[in-house]
């Protein structure tokens, strides 16, 4: 079974797992903790492989053509650097994040529901980083996004419902302008595959039409990545969740759809000009300082890490909008750093919330000598994120900062530096009021996590250790490959048509 | 061409709804204006002039027909429409429960 064969399961295994789930869960006890644990120990392996093969692949690249139709008439699913990048951040998330929802799921009714939810916004990122047509990224974007949304309001509390309602109104808003930008571009193409599109904006003069287009898809992919100031929706919606759904939102969802469509839609079918990659650097510094210093002032633990988010999105931006081989490549690895650490915040600030501590810090203290596995997770998170040395977000930011001087942007070099200052502040404040002190008496009795739960902390903090280690050679060609992707612009277009017609 | 512009006039009217009402099913009907706004502009856009609906018959030949994709892709966005209608409509009534009004200015736990 060829490498290529195996490209409709990453869309497959999360969807079938899905309604079987549904049917099943309710009946057989424990079923749909097994059968969640299984699936995403599959799909890990898929991703894994698909590395693996990718780099015996010719051109670095793998096209499945659904039904055996050829593109432009048919729909092809596309893998290259970028996709299986994203792709192994989006399987290597998912299991952790579900081993640990076992566990903590179980304070919440319907277990079989929330992983019937859950898989099915895999299953939507996963198919919006496969797929090569552009209406088919925009249906599974949309089954990712009302996924989440019901996600959001699974524990049906005041602050659910309502942070549910906002984020739904505004992601329905950016799936408009979305559909929108879509059909200005089949109008004037008449095509729907991404490569053929690239190919037909290359010789055909758009005049307005790619600056007008490029203006609908940045307010739309900006309101899924939170780009300020789309951010309006995130800090309610990351805050009221259950904790596993934040780490999949935070960590992978707005970098999945939005980060990376943002790449796609821009770099290899519009082709980068030099006033919107200005205007994206404009709106990230901007990103940066103001998530930075908004989540100084916040006292409920989940939302000052939902605007830390906003501040590390702006970040990634940053790099891309550099457009330099260095900024893109300093972007993708802080992609990745900032899932991992990202994943493990939300998770550890859930495993409080487990054991009984809310999420107000001014209602905990000293939950140190209670907790300590929490803690030590939290402590390495926190650092890690602040760009503290031997951590990998140290050298994601470096890298960065470094473009950005390179480029001769030495201001926002230095918006980069002082939001990473107002970083270190703010998880300092948390790590202060949550963890050291004296323990408050309310919680005198609270014990640490449970296994699982421990399970998946201790292995996001070992990921979060050693992802420095990316940057040596043997490793640096996953983040390399994704970089090439990216820089090639539209001239992929004739790569991915050629690969479709053997 | 004038109803091209029509098309976007309508989504302004969807857009102005969500905006500035404080219903929260008003806000939801402006969004479903918004979403069909769309939908209406995209199976304009396959309009060919004096052509008929891509439909097959036996015993006709077929010259001339308006282009079927848009068609197709503007049923899979009615539906995708219609689930996030679904879903919202959910959530409303659930707020209604919890919060005993639709007026989202007093809708306002989440702060800061």
Redesign the interface.
């Known amino acids: 079974m060829g490498a290529i064969n195996i490209i409709p399961l990453f869309v497959v295994i999360p969807l079938g797992a899905a309604f079987i789930i549904a049917l099943f869960g309710k009946f057989i006890k424990r079923f749909s903790d097994i059968a969640a644990f299984v699936t995403s120990l599959g799909l890990l392996a898929c991703s894994g492989y698909m590395m693996m093969s990718l780099q015996n692949a010719p051109g670095k690249l793998l096209v499945y053509k659904i039904g055996g139709w050829a593109p432009p008439f048919g729909i092809c699913l596309v893998v290259d650097g970028l996709s299986v990048f994203i792709s192994s951040i989006i399987s290597l998330i998912g299991f952790f994040v579900t081993v640990y929802s076992i566990a903590y799921m179980e304070k919440y009714t319907d277990k079989s529901k929330f992983f019937t939810l859950f898989f099915l916004m895999v299953c939507g990122m996963n198919g919006a980083i496969i797929t090569g047509d552009i209406f088919n990224l925009f249906v599974f974007l949309e089954i990712a996004s009302i996924a989440s949304y019901a996600l959001v309001a699974f524990g049906t509390g005041h602050e659910e419902l309502e942070a549910s309602f906002k984020y739904a109104i505004i992601g329905s808003v950016a799936s408009c302008f979305i559909f929108m930008g879509i059909a200005f571009l089949y109008g004037f193409t008449s095509t729907l595959n991404m490569a053929d599109m690239a190919r037909v904006l290359s010789y055909k003069q758009g005049g307005m039409l790619a600056p007008f287009v490029g203006v609908l898809f940045l307010m739309g992919f900006g309101l899924k990545s939170a780009l300020m100031p789309f951010h309006a929706w995130l800090p309610d919606a990351h805050s009221s969740a259950p904790a596993p759904v934040s780490a999949m939102l935070s960590g992978v969802l707005i970098k999945a759809l939005g980060v990376y469509s943002i790449l796609r839609i821009f770099f290899n079918i519009l082709g980068a000009t030099q006033v919107f990659l200005s205007a994206l650097m404009f709106l990230s510094v901007v990103s940066i300082v103001i998530g930075g210093i908004l989540s100084l002032s916040q006292w409920n633990l989940k939302r000052l890490m939902a605007y830390s988010s906003i501040g590390q999105i702006g970040y990634i931006l940053l790099g891309i909008g550099l457009g330099t081989p260095l900024g893109i490549f300093g972007a993708l690895f802080h992609l990745f750093n900032h899932s991992i650490m990202k994943s493990l915040l939300f998770l550890t600030a859930g495993s409080i919330d487990y054991a009984g501590g809310g999420r107000d810090l001014r209602d905990m203290s000293g939950i140190a000598r209670k907790m300590p596995f929490t803690m030590k997770s939290n402590m390495i998170a926190s650092m890690a994120v602040s760009g503290i040395p031997p951590f990998g977000g140290f050298f994601s930011k470096l890298i960065i900062i470094i473009a950005c001087i390179q480029k001769g942007h030495v201001g926002y070099g230095a918006c980069a530096v002082i939001g990473s200052i107002l970083t270190l502040s703010a998880y300092m404040k948390a790590q202060k009021f949550a963890f050291f002190g004296d323990i408050k008496d309310s919680l005198k009795n609270i014990k640490d996590a449970p296994w699982l739960m421990k399970f998946s902390m201790g292995a996001l903090a070992l990921f979060c250790v050693i992802s420095g280690l990316m940057l040596l050679p043997g490793m640096r060609i996953f983040i390399s490959d994704a970089v090439q992707v990216v820089l090639k612009g539209t001239s992929y277009s004739s790569i991915i048509l050629e690969a479709a017609l053997r | 061409m004038g109803l091209y512009f029509l098309c976007i006039v309508l ?1 302004c009217v969807g ?1 102005y709804g ?1 905006l500035r009402k404080r219903n ?1 099913v008003k ?1 939801i009907i402006g ?1 479903a204006i ?2 069909y706004s ?1 939908s209406m ?2 199976v304009l ?1 396959g309009y060919k002039f004096h052509g008929r609906a891509p439909i097959e018959s036996q015993d006709q030949v077929i010259t001339n027909m308006v282009d079927p ?2 068609q197709a ?1 503007v049923l ?2 009615i539906v ?1 429409a219609l ?2 209608m679904a ?2 409509i959910a ?2 009534i ?2 209604y429960e ?2 005993g009004t639709f007026d989202i200015t007093k ?4 702060k ?1």
């Open positions: 989504f857009l969500v929260i806000m969004l918004m979403n769309i502009f995209f856009l994709l848009p892709l899979t966005s995708i689930a996030v879903l919202l959530v409303a659930r707020i919890r919060y809708i306002k736990k989440l800061g």
